[in-house]
């Protein structure tokens, strides 16, 4: 009734590092289940196409604001206060996105190295395999939730 190489019939798995590791602790990974890395690829590349797309629209929109904007500057009519205070808070308002778009293509970008590297689906800081549902949720996701809460609490990048 042994369950494999060196199996106590119990169901266990010996050879463990004690923290969800497979075998071996983090060379054990072969062992364990593997995430779809087939399924993941396509979701992170297609999300990438609509990241750079969304990026691409909202260059061309802020480029058409400074425009606008230069365009008005440059006008004998006077600006109410309020109008330029619209207006640079929506150019923030367009940085700000642009900013997080950016920072979005760089995680999933980081995803497609992972998948490429053999590593995607294992939480670098524990090295336990992230639950295939948060994988799921969040093709992109780097650590396991336990793992990015405690980094998000010391204020580190996600």
Known sequence: MADGPGGSGRGEQGGGGGRGEGPGGREGRGLEARPDTGRARARLEAERRALLASLDRQRQEGRLVSEQLGAQEL?????????????????????????????????????????????????????????????EAMPRAARCAECQARQEERGGPS
């Open 75 to 135: 006008s004998g009519y006077d600006q109410h206060q309020a109008d330029l205070g619209s207006q640079v808070e929506l150019r923030a308002k367009e940085l700000g996105l642009r900013r997080r778009l950016e920072e979005e293509l760089v995680e999933v970008e980081a995803a497609l190295g992972r998948i490429d590297a053999g590593t995607y689906g294992f939480c670098p800081d524990c090295g336990r395999p992230i639950p295939p549902a948060r994988l």
